[in-house]
């Protein structure tokens, strides 16, 4: 079945109180293992029903805010997921008083140590913060997606100035950097005011459920099982002593090559002086050597990425009142994978391409092998999901000068280059939260300059001078994770630095790296964050060291480029 045939249907809150009600009544009588586990799979079919109720009308609001019926059933299901909530909560209180835990065997170990996480960040006293939190979200998405930005005569949204902002004319950057610097200053109040909203009921809800503040609460939202905040502070730690003095290497290089003095906000994201690497192809173009590429590399890769293209399981090409940024869901009551982009004529394109089809060849996979399959675990954890798609960015470099030609050798260069910066960048996102979830008092002028500090210490080589929103800390209105999805944004650094042990392996000609890779996507959620890093035979990024080990790599790796006259 094709995307756009994918039925719809409102599902009234009534309807689904009573009919999940009645579902979870014969589950809390159940004493036999046998009959709980075919009830339990019950429930969940109808849960997967709800939840494919939800991701269908997120994924078409998404790409159409303007869309009056998608807009309205957003705004229903915001209001109404924080009340399923509820009923949520017994399952998990059904699921975790069972006495007969040891004997069911078609309910994973780890499923109930979800639970127990899952009990401690729900109340019903929080339901009406979680509304209040979902609309602030939605706002924050619809206020991007507004965006109408003017420059020489064509009107350009967040998305379609991307080309422009690394443009070969560096005046043409420095005015396309103003022109997006100008949107966000005229919509700082508004992002200002957004953000402090959600941080303080995000606070609300963390204190009202006994938490000490947002981030011991955010912890256990992210299914964080086997690590914790001081582990997470070690690990920036080593970020800043084996990480940013080797991007400070990486920037001097390109400061350079491009023949500046020094490298301002319009150049960071321009790496040679050629220009940087662009694909070889719009969206039709890129999806047909994506199908070929996946065809060549393997059998179930082939087979997983012709399914995409027959069933149209794709928007990638950016337009009006089209949410910004990219992602994957999945679909459960059809066990499909979607992919949402917005492609520019960039080398992005390909990259989020990759990156969100090794999200989707891993639901492709979980999906395939898992008949018993509860619906939160068809993903691991967040930091685990983000291997499959970094390292299948990196198992498709062999394949990308069919994608970028002449460029090939700048794309690769600039990709493994990218990586390492990222890192400190990602930890700068996810160190900002954590000081201004532990001062949520903070005025928005001090959580800007918050930012301002933090970006010195982790990101040194940014120069902003010239936008004043952004010399005062405004960047991070530009980071939707900070604002829709907390502390994800660590998660990113710690599969980058797993996807480059992966792709040290492949340089190294290990041929057991792509097979741990499809191991790794094939057991879906079943396992924690440090136990998948076991099954993919890699190291954790906790464990002093692997930091190290992983930039020497790829700075021995990045050496053998030529790209100096480039």
Excluded at 201 to 224: I, Q, S, T
């Amino acid at each position: 079945m094709k995307f756009k045939d994918m039925p719809y249907e409102h599902i009234a809150y009534e309807d689904i109180e009573r009919d999940y009600g009645a579902l979870l009544d014969v589950l809390e009588k159940i004493e036999d293992p046998q009959e709980f586990e075919e009830q339990f799979f019950k429930i969940n079919d109808y849960r997967s029903h709800m939840q494919t109720m939800m991701t269908l009308c997120m994924i078409r609001h998404s790409i159409d805010t303007a869309d009056p019926f998608y807009d309205q059933e957003q705004e229903y299901w915001d209001e109404t997921a924080p009340k399923i909530s509820a009923l949520e909560d017994r399952l998990n209180r059904i699921a975790l008083n069972f006495k007969r835990r040891d004997d069911l065997k078609r309910i994973p170990a780890i499923y109930f140590k979800m639970c127990e996480y899952a009990l401690k960040i729900f109340a019903k006293e929080i339901i009406e913060d979680s509304q209040i939190e979902n609309k602030l979200v939605s706002e924050y998405g619809k206020l991007k997606a507004s965006a109408k930005i003017e420059l020489d005569g064509e009107i350009h949204n967040l998305a379609s100035i991307g080309p422009l902002l690394t443009s070969n004319d560096r005046e043409l950057r420095k005015r396309a950097a103003l022109a997006v610097n100008s949107f966000y200053t005229e919509n700082e109040k508004e992002f200002d005011r957004i953000y402090d909203e959600l941080v303080k009921v995000r606070d609300r809800k963390a204190k009202k459920l006994g938490f000490k503040d947002y981030v011991e609460y955010a912890y256990y939202n992210m299914m964080r099982l086997d690590y914790d905040r001081d582990m997470v502070a070690n690990y920036r730690k080593q970020v800043l002593e084996d990480i940013v003095p080797i991007t400070r290497e990486i920037y001097k290089a390109q400061k350079e090559r491009l023949g500046l003095d020094r490298l301002r906000s319009w150049d960071l994201n321009y790496a040679f002086k050629s220009g940087n690497p662009r694909p070889v192809g719009d969206e039709p173009v890129l999806v047909m050597k994506a199908k070929e590429m996946y065809r060549v590399m393997g059998q179930e890769t082939g087979d997983f990425f012709d399914m995409m293209c027959e069933e149209e399981l794709f928007d990638l090409t950016t337009k009006p009142n089209k949410e910004m940024g990219g992602y994957m869901a999945p679909i459960p009551e059809f066990k499909r994978p979607f992919i949402f982009s917005n492609f520019n004529g960039t080398k992005g394109d390909v990259e989020v391409l990759t990156h969100e089809a090794g999200h989707s060849f891993q639901t492709y996979m979980t999906y395939k092998y898992n008949d018993d399959l509860i619906m939160e675990l068809v993903g691991p954890t967040m930091e685990a999901c983000e291997i499959h798609s970094m390292s299948m960015e990196f198992f498709t470099h062999t394949y990308m000068e069919s994608f970028f030609g002449e460029d090939t050798e700048k794309f690769l260069y600039s990709h493994i280059a990218d990586a390492l910066t990222f890192i400190p960048y990602g930890i700068l996102v996810d160190h900002f939260q954590h000081e201004v979830y532990e001062h949520p008092e903070m005025t928005a002028e001090e959580r800007k300059a918050t930012w301002h500090r933090l970006e010195k210490l982790y990101c040194p080589d940014r120069d902003h001078e010239g936008l004043d929103l952004l010399e005062r800390g405004g960047w991070f209105y530009r980071q939707g994770h900070i604002y829709q999805s907390p502390f994800y944004y660590i998660d990113y650094t710690l599969a980058q630095v797993c996807a480059l042990q992966f792709f040290t392996r492949m340089l190294k000609g290990d041929p057991d790296a792509f097979k741990d890779y499809i191991e790794l996507c094939k057991v879906g959620g079943n396992y924690s964050f440090l136990e998948l890093l076991k099954i993919a035979h890699l190291k954790s990024p906790f464990s002093d060291g692997s930091l190290k080990e992983v930039a020497t790599t790829m700075m021995e790796e990045l050496d053998k480029f030529d790209v100096s006259n480039l």
